[in-house]
């Protein structure tokens, strides 16, 4: 088993954007995972934030019932303003 | 199916993204089932490749399939920390401050591709360490241009060159691949190699425009190093067993041919540029085919180096080892200190 566990690795490129997943590292602790992800990620300025997680600590939804897990918001389409009929000339709406 | 002559390892290479065996060696691709007819690939698979969709970690996903990336990936993963190798061994030589950072940071780039694509071979269920295991035990490979010696400053220059420049036309295409987390490692990885190219061509620019000395050092460079990367692409299409398979799958999209024509295109005009010349008298331009025609590769000592027999693979090998033999103090006391943290604190939280 390896002595030092995985993270991933999530980057905000610049102020005003989300952090995104970049990608994921081993380190012996959260602090090494931060240091490494700075030089493993970001050697050219990418990012502004660096966020480790343990990988450990990630629930995943599962592909196998992705049809049923996302299934209650298939036959919603009126939560769509395309689904809403407008008279000819209304503007701004 | 092939005849295995050769039992005792499994020689598949990657040369950077691509993915072959020497002839008479263990296939370890699945063998090709007849034409169209896909047993055993679960419909989600099936759907995704028509779709042109890319796989996830998660998804369900064809054992053979599984396996075919796992083994590309890790050698290509091998093949970046081995090729930090002949560079870093003129870090100290560089002639220029300003050459010496530019050479440590490209070193340090090739660390962090192999950490890259580490990180998405372990996004198919296997460890690092395991992977590292066969790749010191040598069973798996990495690419046999690694096993050429650096021998003057112009071979820093051609391995930018034409390595890298090989290794770009390679893995362009697998940044389409179809599975997600290699087709995201190499967008990363292709970026940074377009300066690993240019910083090649720079080197040899200024040899060539520089005292008659060094532009022989740079021909010589040129010399050793043209035949070599293009057997970067690998075999002829006839000899490529894995190839068919793994162009269905949507790993590979050109076949190493039609790469390999791709990179001499591109690098006759820049030898041009450069006032050097590659050493084959048979490069010219085929107006009716619209490409340059050359002579065939000689893959005889392709095969050669693949088995163990090529200039450096010995002193690679041993000290990629060492180097990992002798790191084992810090990951051990970053371990210690991880554990007296953690240890602490809920030492801590327990008072």
């Known amino acids: 088993m390896s002595r030092e566990p995985l993270w991933e690795v999530f980057i905000r490129s610049r102020r005003g954007l989300s952090h995104v997943h970049a990608g994921s590292l081993h380190a012996a602790d959260a ?4 240091r490494n992800a700075r030089d493993v990620y970001t050697r050219r300025q990418e990012g502004v934030s660096i966020w480790v997680v343990p990988a450990s600590a990630i629930l995943a939804s599962s592909p196998e019932e992705k049809d049923a897990f996302f299934d209650p918001a298939a036959d919603k389409v009126y939560r769509h303003p395309t689904f809403y009929e407008i008279p000819e000339g209304v503007e701004h709406l | 199916m092939m005849l295995t002559f050769v039992t005792s390892a499994v020689t598949v290479v990657d040369v950077y993204g691509n993915d072959f065996t020497a ?11 007849p034409a169209g007819a896909r047993p055993e690939e679960p419909a989600s698979f099936v759907a995704l490749l028509e779709s042109e969709g890319r796989v996830e970690p998660r998804d369900e996903m064809p054992e053979g399939y599984r396996k075919t990336l796992v083994r590309q990936i890790a050698q290509h993963a091998h093949s970046e920390i081995i090729g930090m190798q002949p560079e870093g061994n003129w870090i100290s030589r560089a002639p220029s401050l300003r050459r010496k950072a530019i050479l440590m940071a490209k070193v340090q780039d090739e ?3 192999g950490l890259y694509l580490y990180a998405a071979a372990e996004t198919l269920g296997v460890d690092r360490a395991d992977l590292l295991d066969q790749l010191h035990s040598g069973r798996q490979k990495y690419s046999s241009i690694f096993n050429y010696p650096t021998l003057t400053w112009a071979d820093v220059g051609a391995i930018g060159w034409l390595v890298d420049g090989a290794a770009i036309v390679n893995q362009v295409p697998l940044c389409r691949c179809s599975y997600g987390p290699y087709a995201r490692a190499m967008v990363r990885v292709c970026k940074e190699e377009s ?24 021909q010589d460079a040129v010399d050793r190093y043209w035949w070599p990367s293009l057997m970067m ?9 894995n190839s068919a398979q793994s162009m269905a799958w949507g790993i590979k999209r050109f076949s190493n041919d039609d790469l390999r024509q791709r990179f001499i ?6 030898a041009e540029a450069l006032g050097l010349t590659l050493p084959d008298t048979a490069i010219a331009w085929n107006e009716e085919r619209g490409h340059y025609d050359h002579t065939p590769v000689d893959f005889t000592e392709l095969f050669e180096v693949i088995r163990g027999n090529g200039p450096c693979n010995e002193q690679r090998l041993s000290h990629r080892v060492k180097a990992h033999e002798d790191g084992a103090w810090v990951r051990e006391a970053a371990a210690a200190y991880a554990d007296k943290q953690a240890a602490r604190q809920s030492h801590e939280g327990a008072a």
């Open chain 2, 233 to 241: 692409f690998g075999p002829p299409d006839d000899d490529s067993p």
């Open chain 2, 111 to 113: 660390a962090g591709h």
């Open chain 2, 23 to 33: 002839p008479g060696d263990e296939p370890t691709a699945p063998s090709a089932s």
């Open chain 2, 265 to 270: 295109d591109m690098t006759v005009p820049q």
């Open chain 1, 31 to 34: 602090e090494m995972a931060l």
């Open chain 2, 195 to 218: 300066f690993h190219q240019r910083q090649g061509f720079e080197i040899l620019h200024t040899l060539s425009h520089g005292s008659d000395a060094q532009k022989a050092m740079a």
